[in-house]
């Protein structure tokens, strides 16, 4: 069984520091750092360096096949590419005096049967118990329903489907039913139009979503404050560990990765949530861009605590 991953917009994230920052002037960046990124390399890279069966189905920017290709092998993954012309977008990420400024480039627009290879080559390669996590934005181009539609063909394979988006993508991807969804909290009151609050509503809330769409399983993330986990029958909370904050970057990529391999491997709920959290906690102390491996996330995890809350 492998973590299949899917990225359609995969990009370089750009940190640069830039301690005074003025609009009206030059300003000069003192430490320039570029990773590769994107929702679902990230996700891949997590499941390889945890040791899974880490797949991969991309579309890939002609003008930096190189550069990503290579990346790729290093980190152990194996990659199906579809070429798409252009490079890779650029997420700029300027850290300042007075927090971090962030610009994402929203991509060059994707010829509409490069989508639709990207998500055959995804379902030709994918395997009975599969883990799949479809996560990201989609470029120009492709339709919001490009998730929705490979749901079913994924399920048809005997694959667990998970799914990390926003807006259209993730409304149309709940008809189709999911195994389970990782909205955080703006993405969740964009889809329900629900902002819970405490624990106790953001536990009924997603039970709720459980009941009207048929989704299986909902992790609500909540920053800071941490993550549910919500099923039909049960609810558990993970209080977020208290971990020195050096970066934001990678922590849904990290609970959700984390968690599909756990509950891969064939742990409980419980477990998978635990993992998942240990691995996110990881992911905001490692500097810049960069993901956690097992060993950061197994230092962490004897300080999750997993609450049980009645629904
Ligand atoms: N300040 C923090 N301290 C400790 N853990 C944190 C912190 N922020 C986030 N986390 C952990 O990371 C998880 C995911 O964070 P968050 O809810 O911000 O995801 P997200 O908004 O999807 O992030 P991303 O920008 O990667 O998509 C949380 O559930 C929590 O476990
Ligand atoms: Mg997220």
Same mark, same amino acid.
């Given at each position: 069984m492998k973590l299949f991953s899917l990225c359609m917009n995969p990009s370089v994230d750009r940190t640069m520091d830039c301690p005074v920052f003025d609009v009206r002037s030059t300003n000069?960046?003192?430490?320039?750092? &570029? &990773?590769? !990124? !994107?929702?679902?390399?990230?996700?891949?890279?997590?499941?390889? $360096?945890? !040791?899974?069966?880490?797949?991969?189905?991309?579309?890939?920017?002609? &003008?930096?096949?190189?550069?990503?290709?290579?990346?790729? $092998?290093? @980190? !152990?993954?194996a990659f199906g590419a579809v070429p798409v012309p252009g490079r890779l977008r650029i997420n700029l990420k300027i850290r300042t005096q007075g927090g971090m400024v962030e610009i994402n480039e929203e991509g060059a627009p994707v010829p509409p049967q490069a989508a639709e290879m990207c998500a055959s080559a995804m379902e030709t390669e994918a395997s009975p118990g599969d883990f799949c996590m479809l996560t990201g934005s989609l470029p120009p181009g492709v339709p919001d329903d490009f998730y929705a539609r490979l749901i079913p063909r994924l399920r048809h394979k005997g694959c667990f489907t998970a799914v990390d988006a926003d807006g259209g993508a993730l409304k149309a991807a709940l008809d189709e039913?999911?195994?389970?969804?990782?909205?955080?909290?703006?993405? /969740?009151?964009?889809?329900?139009?629900? @902002?819970?609050?405490?624990?106790? @509503? %953001? %536990?009924? /809330?997603?039970h709720r979503l459980i009941s009207k769409t048929g989704v299986g399983a909902v992790c609500l993330s909540l920053g800071g404050d941490g993550a549910v986990y919500v099923t039909e029958r049960e609810a558990l909370y993970a209080p977020a560990l208290q971990v020195p904050v050096r970066s934001l970057h990678g922590a849904g990529d990290s609970l959700l990765s984390a968690l599909c391999f756990s509950l891969c491997r064939g742990d409980g709920a419980r477990a998978a949530l635990a993992l998942g959290c240990a691995a996110a906690a990881a992911a905001v102390s490692l500097p810049g861009t960069e993901m956690p491996g097992p060993e950061d996330a197994e230092a962490l995890l004897p300080r999750v605590k997993i609450e049980k809350v009645d629904i």
């Amino acid at each position: 069984m492998k973590l299949f991953s899917l990225c359609m917009n995969p990009s370089v994230d750009r940190t640069m520091d830039c301690p005074v920052f003025d609009v009206r002037s030059t300003n000069r960046a003192r430490f320039v750092r &570029d &990773d590769i !990124g !994107g929702k679902g390399i990230n996700t891949a890279v997590l499941a390889s $360096r945890f !040791g899974a069966v880490s797949a991969l189905s991309l579309l890939m920017p002609e &003008d930096d096949r190189e550069r990503l290709a290579s990346f790729l $092998r290093r @980190e !152990g993954i194996a990659f199906g590419a579809v070429p798409v012309p252009g490079r890779l977008r650029i997420n700029l990420k300027i850290r300042t005096q007075g927090g971090m400024v962030e610009i994402n480039e929203e991509g060059a627009p994707v010829p509409p049967q490069a989508a639709e290879m990207c998500a055959s080559a995804m379902e030709t390669e994918a395997s009975p118990g599969d883990f799949c996590m479809l996560t990201g934005s989609l470029p120009p181009g492709v339709p919001d329903d490009f998730y929705a539609r490979l749901i079913p063909r994924l399920r048809h394979k005997g694959c667990f489907t998970a799914v990390d988006a926003d807006g259209g993508a993730l409304k149309a991807a709940l008809d189709e039913k999911p195994d389970l969804i990782k909205p955080n909290r703006q993405e /969740f009151a964009r889809l329900t139009g629900l @902002e819970p609050r405490g624990i106790a @509503e %953001c %536990c009924l /809330f997603s039970h709720r979503l459980i009941s009207k769409t048929g989704v299986g399983a909902v992790c609500l993330s909540l920053g800071g404050d941490g993550a549910v986990y919500v099923t039909e029958r049960e609810a558990l909370y993970a209080p977020a560990l208290q971990v020195p904050v050096r970066s934001l970057h990678g922590a849904g990529d990290s609970l959700l990765s984390a968690l599909c391999f756990s509950l891969c491997r064939g742990d409980g709920a419980r477990a998978a949530l635990a993992l998942g959290c240990a691995a996110a906690a990881a992911a905001v102390s490692l500097p810049g861009t960069e993901m956690p491996g097992p060993e950061d996330a197994e230092a962490l995890l004897p300080r999750v605590k997993i609450e049980k809350v009645d629904i």
